[in-house]
């Protein structure tokens, strides 16, 4: 085992809980404070290809996340009226045992996840954040908001897209930029003869789809440019969410009229934000959103979280010192981390300012084969 022995990490979304899992299974001792004061998600669906499944049979959460979602056969590209292009599934990285695609909503993988942190013995608070940060050569000394402190051998920060820790240590010049595009979501009920996930090209400015998420829903998602990033009222919502999906064949005509109560809408701008190496300072690390904060595009946003998690696990349970752990890490995560974002930004870019050389197909092949080497 690595000279790291307690961790604190800030944040309890998917990137902190997975990397409680890893770090626990590893022996060593973690503390993690989420700031919102109940254990909660947007009621959104989530693709989770095999890598992730992967990564998550690594955690030994895969057969939870499998039971609570619905293994789908793969990806469809089909064009604007409905008809498949390319058909891309993957291959079963996790094992014969586990499916190549699987859909899932965050609530229920967060269920999952909370599930395996509660036996893995992590001590999780809710409510609670940092509010200063010293570093040693030591150690990592932690205030939080309660007034109570800790000392720590390594702090991870997991704290999303605007990370108070990356502003706190690395300062305000990584911030997320705003790609141009937003992404609408909607659950609705499945058809059951539907066991591809489907997406729509041909439209300018961005496309739509619909993937299957249990037994008896799926979620059709639609990503859109969104000039100056403007505010939606909400009660216009499911009027806004339609009108980007018209003109598109397959089921989506009949899913979209469907859509109908605003509160179920869930709509966010699309933003990236990818920091330079290393993403550590000192004894205090980037992982997740709060490093390389991906659009959906390739659908990878969670899936590298959860790798992130693993790859720091497996290597603070390794007999290596601080500064080889968090240089492995580096090592392994960054260029992958990197690919995913870049390839997610240009597909965002090539739907917004069509080239004779767009191929988002060829991306997602790519992406496919990228995805499947060992971590």
């Known amino acids: 085992m690595s000279d790291i022995k307690k961790v604190l990490i800030i944040g309890g ?52 996340a499998v039971a609570a979602g619905f293994p789908y056969k793969g990806l469809r590209i089909c064009n604007q009226q ?6 891309l599934s993957g291959a079963r990285l996790a094992g014969e045992q586990y499916p ?4 899932l909503t965050r609530p229920a993988l967060h269920q999952v996840l909370l599930d395996a942190v509660t036996a ?40 999303g897209v605007y990370s108070k820790v990356r502003t706190t240590v690395f300062g305000e010049q990584y911030t997320p930029q705003f790609t141009g595009q937003g992404v609408w979501r909607y659950n609705l009920p499945r058809p059951k003869d539907l066991l591809w996930s489907h997406m729509f090209e041909g439209k300018a400015g961005g496309k739509a789809g619909y993937t299957p998420l249990t037994e008896d829903s799926l979620y059709i998602l639609s990503v859109f440019e969104e000039p100056g990033n403007p505010f939606f009222d909400p009660d216009t919502l499911a009027a806004e969410f339609r009108q980007r999906l018209e003109g598109y064949g397959g089921l989506v005509p009949e899913l979209s009229a469907q859509i109908t109560d605003n509160r179920k ?36 946003g969670a899936a ?38 870049q390839g997610s930004v240009q597909i965002g870019e090539w739907e917004q ?3 004779q050389d767009a191929d988002f197909a060829g991306l997602m092949k790519r992406m496919i084969d990228v995805v499947a080497q060992p971590l």
């Open 120 to 159: 893995s013995g992590a001590h999780l608070r809710l409510g609670l954040t940092f509010s200063n940060i010293e570093q040693s050569a030591d150690n990592v000394s932690v205030q939080f908001t309660d007034g109570s402190r800790g000392d720590y051998d390594l702090v991870v920060g997991a704290d």
């Open 82 to 87: 409905g008809e498949v292009k390319v058909e």
């Open 265 to 300: 809408v869930v709509y966010r701008p699309l933003e990236a934000l990818l920091m330079p190496a290393p993403w550590y300072r000192g004894r205090v690390l980037l992982i997740g959103d709060a490093a390389h904060a991906t659009t959906p595009h390739m659908g990878q």
């Open 353 to 355: 300012r069509p080239t």
């Open 304 to 341: 590298q979280a959860v790798e992130d998690a693993v790859v720091l696990g497996e290597l603070c349970g390794a007999e290596l010192t601080l500064a080889q752990v968090l240089d492995g890490f580096m090592q392994r995560r960054f260029e992958r981390c990197k690919f995913i974002n």
């Open 100 to 103: 190549a695609n699987l859909g």
């Open 13 to 64: 979304g998917i990137g902190g809980l997975s990397a409680a899992i890893a770090l626990r299974k590893a022996g060593v001792a973690v503390d993690i404070v989420e700031i919102s004061p109940q254990a909660k998600v947007f009621h959104v669906g989530i693709v989770v290809q095999a890598n992730c499944i992967r990564a998550m049979a690594q955690l030994g959460i895969a057969d939870a």
